[in-house]
Each structure stands twice: as structure tokens, then as C-alpha cells.
């Protein structure tokens, strides 16, 4: 059972235009939710995370935008640039001590 | 931010051979470290919690026989893929949370190709 889905799967934005990536997850009890860049061979680096009790979040191009009533949270990437092509995952984790669960990834590509 | 580091970041070895990976928190302390596998083009699928000086607590599915955790220091858990076999191959991905921070660090990766 998928607790946290990503969509769209992949994606294709020219550069400076706003690649938007959604999640939509189950568990209520989830209480935190990052997003995380990953590049081909590298581990998962955090990007911006946001907790349930904020509506939105940003922290330089990247805004984070949550909605509780749907279990829904998506992530904007402003003023994309190619340097930002690579694989997103959205994540959510229930309490400080739990391992995370991710979506599937999105594979992201910025055209010059 | 916080640095974690794996070792080797790259592995082959021979069908039904062991291989150890090494995760270490490089500049905090890590009661809890955790271990996904990734394969190749999906996402990361949480295989176990690993807790210092007590046994590792496996997700669902994931043989603990198999893959063994240990974590001896508040700086270093290490996973042992046992018998090795080419369904193994994958790359494998450790992380750790410094004391009272809610953000996960993740180590570079290995990557395990079994022959």
C-alpha cells in the first residue's frame, strides 16, 4: 500500500517556468513532510519541509504549499533553472523517531 | 547542516559473498540511524531502524537474517548484506537525525552490484 503519492511521474518545464509536483497521503497521523532533491547516484538532499500547522512555506525558490482538510501538499520551484533538473521526492514521516515514507519521484527536466 | 557518511560508495561483489556498508554521523551523535534501498528509478523503501546498543527494528517484508544491522557507537551503524545475491544489487541509503532536529541527513549512497 502506497501511503504517500507522487505525481506527475515526470515532467518538462522550460527554464524560468514554475514546475509544480503534488502528494497526496493517507495517515493522519503523518506530521512532518519534506521534499527532497536527489541527482543520479547521490543521496536524497532536504530541499524545504513543512509540519501540518502551516499552509504554506517558503524558502528561496521552492514554496511549499498544504492543505490539511485533503491531505494534499505540493511543491513550486520558481524561476526554474536547468541546474534544477533532477528526481523530486516528496516525503512524510509520523513522530520524530520513524524512518521517512516516500513518494515515487518525480523526474524533473529544466530546457534551456 | 549535519554530515553523514557512507562507505564504500561503490561495491561489486561475487554471488554468496558478505558486504558491509558503513554509515557514520560525522559531527552529531545518532541514537537512530535509518537504512533504505533504492532501485534504480523508484523511490526509497525504508528497510530498518537502527537503535545504539539495541537490536534494529525491520520494515515489513525485509529479512533480518539477511540484512544485518549493528550499531555499536552513537557514530556508526553498519549494514551487512549477507550471501549476497544479484536481487541485492541495489543502491542502499543510510540516514540520521541530529539531536532534536526534526530534519533527516542522508549519507551519499552506496552502490552494491552483486556478480
Known amino acids: 500500500q502506497q501511503q504517500v503519492k507522487q505525481s506527475p511521474q515526470s515532467l518538462i518545464v522550460q527554464k524560468g517556468g514554475i514546475p509544480i509536483i503534488n502528494c497526496a497521503y493517507e495517515?493522519?497521523?503523518?506530521?512532518?513532510f519534506p521534499w527532497y532533491q536527489q541527482f543520479p547516484g547521490k543521496g536524497p538532499a532536504l530541499l524545504i519541509a513543512?509540519?501540518?500547522?502551516?499552509s504554506e512555506k517558503k524558502e528561496g525558490r521552492f514554496t511549499i504549499s498544504f492543505n490539511k482538510s485533503a491531505k494534499q501538499f505540493s511543491l513550486h520551484i520558481m524561476d526554474s533553472q536547468p541546474g534544477d533538473s533532477a528526481t523530486y521526492f516528496c516525503a512524510a514521516r509520523e513522530g520524530g523517531a520513524d524512518g521517512l515514507t516516500f513518494g515515487k519521484g518525480t523526474h524533473l527536466i529544466i530546457q534551456p | 547542516g549535519a554530515v553523514v557518511s557512507q562507505h564504500p560508495s561503490r561495491v561489486i561483489c561475487k554471488s554468496g559473498t558478505s558486504v558491509k556498508i558503513e554509515c557514520r554521523s560525522l559531527?552529531?551523535?545518532?541514537?537512530?540511524m535509518f537504512w533504505y534501498r533504492q532501485f534504480p528509478k523508484q523511490s526509497l523503501m525504508l528497510m530498518a531502524t537502527s537503535n545504539e546498543g539495541s537490536k534494529a527494528t525491520y520494515e515489513q517484508g525485509v529479512e533480518k537474517d539477511k540484512f544485518l544491522i549493528n550499531h555499536a557507537s552513537l557514530t556508526l551503524s553498519t549494514l551487512t548484506v549477507t550471501s549476497a545475491h544479484p536481487e541485492d544489487s541495489s543502491f542502499y541509503i543510510c540516514?540520521?537525525?541530529?539531536?532534536?532536529?526534526?530534519?533527516?541527513?542522508f549519507g551519499q549512497g552506496t552502490r552494491l552490484t552483486v556478480v
Open positions: 559531527d552529531f551523535q545518532a541514537t537512530t
Open positions: 540516514s540520521a537525525n541530529p539531536p532534536g532536529n526534526t530534519e533527516a541527513f
Open positions: 513543512i509540519r501540518p500547522d502551516v
Open positions: 495517515n493522519t497521523a503523518f506530521d512532518y
